[in-house]
């Protein structure tokens, strides 16, 4: 089993940044990637990146790409996700994920973590 804590959330204004993490405990050994999703209110869980375990390769969706960027300290088993420009359509709560196989980026996650709320004001 893996657990995952998530923590960096907050309130930020519109152009600004915010830091996410994701502290992974348990069985680490066993993750091949970490991904971040987020679920907006009313509407269904998105990806949002992606990084592999043991390697830099990283993952990202299109509403994101060159905003947001996905980095780990595999010494601390942390991911981390760092959030630039932010735009009010960002506001959603995001949750972390592990994966313990190889697979498509975008699914497939075994492990999740409880999420953390990022509200981007206008």
């Known amino acids: 089993q893996v657990q995952l804590v998530e923590s960096g959330g907050g309130l930020v204004q519109a152009g600004g940044s915010l830091r996410l993490s994701c502290a992974a405990s348990?069985?680490?050994?066993?993750?091949?990637?970490m991904g971040w999703f987020r679920q907006a209110p009313g509407k269904e869980r998105e990806f949002v990146a992606a990084?592999?375990?043991?390697?830099?390769?990283?993952y990202y969706a299109d509403s994101v790409k060159d905003r947001f960027s996905v980095f780990k300290d595999n010494a601390k088993n942390t991911v981390y996700l760092q959030m630039n420009s932010l735009k009010p359509e960002d506001t959603a709560d995001y949750y972390c994920?592990?994966?313990?196989?190889?697979?498509?980026?975008?699914?497939?996650?075994?492990?999740w973590g409880q999420g953390t709320q990022v509200t981007v004001s206008s």
């Open positions: 990084i592999r375990w043991t390697e830099i390769t990283t």
């Open positions: 994920a592990a994966r313990a196989s190889d697979g498509t980026w975008t699914r497939g996650y075994d492990y």
């Open positions: 348990g069985s680490t050994f066993s993750i091949r990637a």
